[in-house]
């Protein structure tokens, strides 16, 4: 017995430690060294009635349970670690610090096929391509009512391979065509490498201003003589250059032969980045986001892990993959609320790269042109250093602000005076005009203009939005089919239009409110000689719209953008000279203290689109509060002044970042289960806390706020309520948690609930 080891395997489940298997002693395995577990590596273990792809965390000589209950392990999957110790610290620190089951934090690491049980090695993907004899056919092949054949038939004919992701890109629903022409011998399939090679654009002028190198050379200069740790802020107004600094960077990382990870807040900027950066550095780059099919998010994985390729460009999830050398970690708008899981793991990706970057001794760039009040926080006490970009790159300089005072004035369709007689202005000068209003659909509410009856989710405490959609695959007499439906934007159930009021049986509507849908409605109106384009998550639902209608923006070929806050981040629209924000208020006023951060983020995200190249730009922003203090702050002395009075005022309200929260929901079917939960929790935490207090072993207090309902109490058919947990010192709310969370697990009220713990929040709907 003396030679039996235990396996500490994570396996998903509620489960805060790893769970204890049988190792067999080295000598009873087979000869081959493939079926010795290790510890990073993947296993087959045997969980109740089934198994489970667990990973091994830890291998020791001692178990937590009597050797006879303990269950051999039934399968080696990796016989070399998939991460390295330093990465499991970081996993761990992860689980600990989120509370999270260490099982559900492992697999959140792991690409979909990797959680299955499929080898870590990926030599290719599948695409197709035509035949000889498919090389012989036309679309006059193809029956003209066979409209989606035709259709997907027609992406073959350039005689290019096509993978998968090429055609989601731009077709819904091919996979029964491409079926057909492959079983009748049109198309054949192939096996190509996962990444396919790219012909890189000419490199661009990589000529840094003295700012943008002076920041280069701070972060390569905190590696002297020896890779270190070390946090920077990098905040740049937009159109600084901020992208340029950071390929500065990596290109000076890539000399050395090291790796880089750059985290980008949106799917829609991966794919223009990818190629700007792929041009700079000449170099493949690899990217990692959700609208990645499973080979392709495996591909990456595994080429960026065994050090193929050097650079990593992804969203919140990619700051798990594992890098053979990485040498630099930089997170692109680090403010954003993207970064911030909130489902499932609810990790912060901006905190774990920091947390990385530390346990691997790596430098760390957080760059925003709005920087969070935590991280200014964090600056300015002197953790990260600060570096700044005062000016916009070039020639560009920065666009004028304006407030438009709408009280009192009847505004068309959302849209003022003074902002529709600035659009023709721009438009004559032959400037682009771009509208931001952050809400999508035709309108927010239907309303039947009899009764009043409102259009409201069966499932949400919120009203259904109204969309007015084209219908093109259809014609009668030429003309388009109009049609129409109501979505919930919460739980996005979709119903039709009623023909008549469910109240009353009146057939007479009113749309109230506006969205971008009514908006281009409205513009088309007044500019009919003028390109409209809409961009907003309805006009960018398939693969590749986003970036093939940025691209049309950028190359002039639109005179008039519309959009919600996806148009906010990161774009460069040269000729972009007039910014008009439609409606901002709803920031001023809101129960969540963030909402006057997010929105000044956010309105100068959009502002920063105007004048980015030599024409002048111009903001024009319509409120009915235009001596707000804090707007009145933001537009006259800048984010700076805006962020220094924001903080001063967490500070004297004692919220974040001068003391720490953790948020405890809980949501039921029954309207009183959520809330019964959350008392007698409550209760268990006050209760150790008086306990501790009379021990003298803690100091301080902890502040408990709750139980209430969650500002919407309704959302997809269950009832949502919410414990507050805050505190001075962060580690007296952990340690209560901590406490607390196993008899959580154990309780029979959790069989009636769904609970979270959401350490940090940035969110308390």
């Not at 969980?47 to 291998?59: A, L, S």
């Not at 949106?266 to 959700?290: N, W």
Request: hydrophobic share 40%.
């Amino acid at each position: 017995m003396s030679n039996l080891k235990i396996a500490k395997v994570a396996v998903s489940g509620p489960f805060l430690f790893p769970l204890d298997y049988l190792l067999e002693a080295e000598q009873d395995l087979l000869t081959s060294a493939e079926t010795v577990a290790v510890v990073g590596g993947r296993v087959w273990v045997p969980f109740r009635n089934k198994k489970v792809v667990g990973i091994v965390m830890h291998i020791s000589d001692s178990a937590d349970y009597e050797l006879t209950k303990i269950k051999p392990i039934s399968e080696v999957i990796d016989s070399e670690p998939l991460f390295t110790h330093t990465q499991l610290e970081l996993f761990n620190w992860a689980a600990q610090y989120y509370h999270e089951p260490i099982g559900d934090v492992m697999l959140a690491a792991l690409p979909k096929r990797l959680r299955a049980g499929d080898h870590a090695e990926i030599s290719g993907m599948q695409y197709w391509q035509l035949s000889a004899e498919g090389k012989t056919k036309t679309l006059e092949d193809i029956s003209k009512r066979a409209v989606r054949q035709r259709s997907v038939f027609a992406q073959f004919l350039d005689d290019s391979l096509k993978s998968e992701s090429d055609l989601n890109a731009v077709l819904e629903n091919w996979r029964s065509a491409v079926k057909k022409f492959t079983e009748n011998g049109w198309l054949e399939t192939t096996f190509g490498p996962c990444l396919r090679e790219s012909s890189y654009l000419p490199a661009p002028n990589h000529k840094l201003n003295d700012a943008q190198q002076s920041a280069v050379d701070a972060v390569l200069d905190s590696q002297q003589p020896q890779s270190q740790f070390k946090a920077f802020l990098l905040e740049g107004i937009t159109g600084s250059g901020k992208t340029e600094v950071y390929l500065g960077m990596i290109e000076s990382m890539l000399k050395k032969g090291k790796q880089v990870l750059v985290l980008v807040p949106e799917i829609g900027l991966t794919p223009q980045m990818v190629s700007r950066f792929e041009a700079y550095l000449q170099t493949r780059v690899a990217a990692l986001h959700s609208n990645l099919n499973d080979s392709e998010r495996h591909c990456a994985w595994h080429l960026i892990r065994t050090g193929q390729i050097q650079v990593l460009l992804g969203t919140r999830s990619a700051i798990f993959t594992p890098f053979k050398n990485l040498g630099l970690c930089i997170i692109d708008e680090e403010h954003d609320l993207s970064y911030k899981q909130q489902e499932g793991f609810r990790y912060s990706a901006r905190d774990l790269i920091v947390q990385r970057a530390y346990r691997e001794n790596l430098p760390v760039v957080l760059g925003s042109a709005t920087p969070s009040l935590e991280t200014l926080h964090n600056a300015k006490s002197g953790r990260y250093q600060y570096l700044e970009l005062k000016q916009r790159a070039g020639v560009a300089q920065l666009p004028s602000l304006k407030l438009l005072d709408i009280r009192g004035e009847k505004v068309q369709e959302g849209v003022s005076r003074q902002l529709k007689t600035a659009m023709t202005k721009h438009l004559q000068a032959g400037g682009q005009t771009l509208l931001f209003l952050n809400r999508r659909g035709f309108s927010p509410v239907l309303m039947c203009h009899d009764c009043g009856w409102q259009a409201a989710c069966p499932s949400c405490d919120a009203n259904m939005t109204f969309h007015m959609t084209f219908n093109t695959t259809k014609h009668q007499n030429d003309d388009d089919v109009v049609s129409g439906y109501l979505q919930c934007h919460h739980c996005d159930e979709q119903m039709a239009k009623p023909a008549c009021c469910p109240s009353c049986g009146s057939e007479e509507f009113v749309n109230v409110g506006q969205g971008t849908e009514r908006l281009e409605e409205t513009i088309k109106e007044w500019f009919p000689d003028k390109r409209v384009l809409r961009i907003d998550r309805d006009t960018t639902r398939l693969k590749g719209s986003m970036a093939e209608l940025t691209g049309i923006a950028q190359r002039g070929e639109a005179d008039i953008l519309i959009g919600t806050q996806m148009l906010a981040k990161g774009h460069h629209f040269p000729n972009v000279t007039l910014v008009g924000l439609l409606d901002i208020d709803q920031g001023l006023f809101s129960a969540d203290f963030r909402a006057a951060e997010r929105m000044a983020q956010l309105l100068l995200q959009v502002s920063g689109r105007a004048g980015r190249a030599e024409k002048a730009g111009e903001v024009l922003i319509q409120t009915h509060h235009p001596d707000h203090p804090l707007l009145t702050t933001l537009i006259q002395n800048g984010y700076d002044a805006f962020a220094d009075k924001a903080l001063l005022e967490r500070q004297g309200a004692l919220l974040p970042p001068f003391k720490y929260q953790i948020l405890i929901r809980a949501e039921a079917t029954h309207p009183n289960d959520g809330m019964a939960f959350l008392d007698s929790l409550k209760a268990g935490l006050q209760n150790y806390w008086q306990q501790w207090q009379q021990a003298k072993v803690v100091e301080g207090e902890v502040d408990f706020w709750g139980p209430v309902s969650a500002p919407m109490l309704r959302r997809q058919g269950r009832y949502r309520y919410q414990l507050m947990l805050q505190s001075i010192h962060r580690a007296d709310l952990h340690r209560l948690i901590t406490e607390m969370q196993p008899y959580i697990y154990t309780s029979p009220l959790t069989r009636k609930v769904r609970w979270s713990i959401d350490v940090d929040p940035q969110e308390m709907y």
